[in-house]
C-alpha cells in the first residue's frame, strides 16, 4: 500500500498558494489544508472573546483549547470553530488583521502545528508559512512560491474586494510588506524556504503556468499522477 503523500506549499501573503493548492489536490485527490485559515479561526476566537490580543499566555491557552476543523472538497472547503461554520466571518478585514498579529505567538503556532500534523497524516496538500519546515519536514514534496510584492498586493486585492470593496491597492501593499516583515522576523517559525524545497517565481507567470510546473515536479518525484493515491 502506497504511503500517504504529503505536498507542502509555503511562501509569503499572495503568492498563489491557496489557489495553486487547491488545484493540486483536486488534481491528485488529496485532502486540502489551508493552515491560515487555521490560524484565522483562533484570531476570530480572540476577537470573540475579553482576551487581549497582547496577552500571548491567554491567547495560546484559547488557541489550546478551542476545536478547529477543515473539511470539504478542495474548492469549497468549509472552516469550523467549535462546531460553527466560520467560513465566510474569518475572511472579515478585522480577522485578516488580528491573524497577523496572532500567527507570531510562539504557543499559538504550536497548537496549530499539532492540530495540522494530526491532519496531514491522512495525505494532504497543505499550505501555509512553515509547513515544509516545521510541520512537515519530511514531506513527499516541498514548495515555495514567491512573487514581487507588488503583484502579490494586486492578487490579495481582487481576494480583499470580495469581502471589502473599500480596500485600495496601497494599503493592501502596506499590508503586505508588514506581514512579510512580520513572517521572515518572527522568532518562533520564520518564514524561510526548506533547503530542499522547490523554489518557484510566479511573476508573470499564469497560474496554469505555475500549476503544470507544479504538477510536473511532483510527477517526477512519485510517478504519474494516477498512481499516487492509489
Same mark, same amino acid.
Given at each position: 500500500m502506497t504511503a500517504p503523500l504529503i505536498i507542502a506549499i509555503d511562501g509569503p501573503s499572495g503568492a498563489g498558494k491557496s489557489t495553486l493548492g &487547491?488545484?493540486?489536490a483536486r488534481e491528485l485527490g488529496l485532502l486540502y489544508i489551508d493552515t491560515g485559515?487555521? #490560524? &484565522?479561526a483562533v484570531a476570530l476566537a480572540v476577537i470573540e472573546s475579553a482576551i487581549s490580543e497582547t496577552d500571548d499566555v491567554a491567547v495560546g491557552l484559547l488557541a489550546q483549547r478551542i476545536d478547529i476543523d477543515l473539511a470539504g472538497e478542495p474548492d469549497s472547503l468549509r472552516v469550523t470553530l467549535d462546531g460553527r461554520d466560520v467560513s465566510d466571518r474569518i475572511r472579515g478585514e478585522d480577522v485578516t488583521s488580528m491573524s497577523s498579529i496572532i500567527s507570531t505567538i510562539p504557543a499559538? &503556532? &504550536?497548537?496549530? *502545528? !499539532?492540530r495540522q500534523r494530526e491532519l496531514g497524516r491522512r495525505g494532504a496538500v497543505m499550505n501555509g508559512r512553515d509547513i515544509g519546515t516545521v510541520v512537515f519536514p519530511n514531506a513527499d514534496v516541498k514548495f515555495f512560491l514567491d512573487?514581487? @510584492? !507588488?503583484?502579490r498586493a494586486e492578487r490579495r486585492l481582487a481576494e480583499e474586494r470580495e469581502y471589502n470593496s473599500a480596500a485600495t #491597492?496601497?494599503?493592501t501593499l502596506i499590508d503586505i510588506n508588514e506581514r512579510d516583515r512580520r513572517d521572515t522576523t518572527r522568532a518562533d517559525? @520564520?518564514? *524561510?524556504?526548506? !533547503?530542499?524545497?522547490?523554489?518557484?517565481?510566479?511573476? $508573470?507567470?499564469?497560474i496554469d503556468d505555475v500549476f503544470q510546473r507544479m504538477m510536473s515536479e511532483v510527477k517526477s518525484r512519485r $510517478?504519474?499522477? !494516477? $498512481?499516487?493515491?492509489?
Open positions: &487547491r488545484m493540486l485559515s487555521m #490560524y &484565522r499559538v &503556532r &504550536r497548537a496549530m *502545528v !499539532e512573487a514581487e @510584492p !507588488e503583484e #491597492y496601497k494599503q517559525s @520564520p518564514l *524561510v524556504a526548506a !533547503e530542499d524545497a522547490i523554489v518557484i517565481d510566479s511573476t $508573470g507567470q499564469t $510517478g504519474t499522477a !494516477e $498512481g499516487l493515491t492509489q
